[in-house]
C-alpha cells in the first residue's frame, strides 16, 4: 500500500506539470522502515529492503542532507529549455506548465535548414503516464516562421520519450512520405534534447553499472517534433 501510494503521488507530480517534471522522488514509512523511490520514463527504481529508521537512522539522515542539497534539475525539473523572461532557470520545478519556455531547433534540423526558436503555447495534450513515451503537446510559434509556413497557420510542439532503439518519427514521417503515404503531417523541424541516462551525473546508468540491475531496460531520448497543428487537435 505504501508503494502504490508513491507511485500515485509521482502520477499526480506528472500530470499536474503538463510535461515540466522529468522524474520524481519519494519517500514511504511503513512502521520502523523506510523507502525510497525514483521514478523518470524508463521506470522505477526503488530500494528492495529500504532502511529502519531504528538501526540505519544515521543513514536516513544522510540521505535527508542529501536530498536537501539537490539542485532543481535533481528533483526533477525538465532541463534544457529557456525559461520565460524574467523567470530563473529553476522557473520549471513548480510551474506546471510549459508555456512561455522555448526550446531551439539547430541549424540542418529544419525544413529550411535554418535555426528556430520555438515557444510554447497553451498545453494541448498530456499523456498521464509515469513511464513510457508520455506524449505532451502544445501549442507552439517559431521566431523565425519556418519556410513554407503560412501567416495564418498554427503550429504545435510535440514532446515524447522515445526508446533510444526506435527510429525517430520524423524519419518515418518522411520515409511515408517518399513511398507516397497519403495525409501526412508536415514536419517544419525536430530536435532531440537529452537521453535519460546521461541526466542528473547519469543516476540510472551507475546504478545498473553498480547494482546489476535493470539490465532490462531502455534508455529513452526526449525528443521534439514541430507539426503543422491539425484538426482536432
Known sequence: MAGLQALNGALEIVRNSNGARLSSLAITVKGTIATFYYIDPCGIITSDDGLCLVK????????????????????????????????????????????????????????????????????????????GRRTTVYAAQADPPFKGQKPEERIVAKLSY?????????????????????????????????DIESLQDGIRARVVKHCGVFHHYENRVARMIVFRRYIPL
Open 56 to 131: 540505519n537512522l544515521a543513514d536516513f539522515v544522510a540521505v535527508v542532507v542529501a536530498l536537501e542539497r539537490l539542485d532543481a534539475s535533481g528533483w526533477g525539473m525538465f532541463p534544457q529549455l529557456i525559461p520565460p523572461q524574467g523567470k530563473s532557470a529553476d522557473y520549471l520545478l513548480f510551474a506546471g506548465t510549459l508555456k512561455g519556455c522555448a526550446f531551439k531547433i539547430p541549424e540542418g534540423s529544419s525544413v529550411d535548414g535554418m535555426q528556430h526558436r520555438v515557444t510554447f503555447g497553451e498545453s494541448v495534450y498530456t499523456q498521464y503516464a509515469l513511464v
Open 162 to 194: 522515445q526508446v533510444h532503439s526506435r527510429t525517430a518519427e520524423h524519419k518515418l514521417i518522411e520515409a511515408a512520405r517518399e513511398k507516397g503515404v497519403p495525409h501526412i503531417p508536415t514536419v517544419y523541424g525536430h530536435h532531440d534534447l537529452f
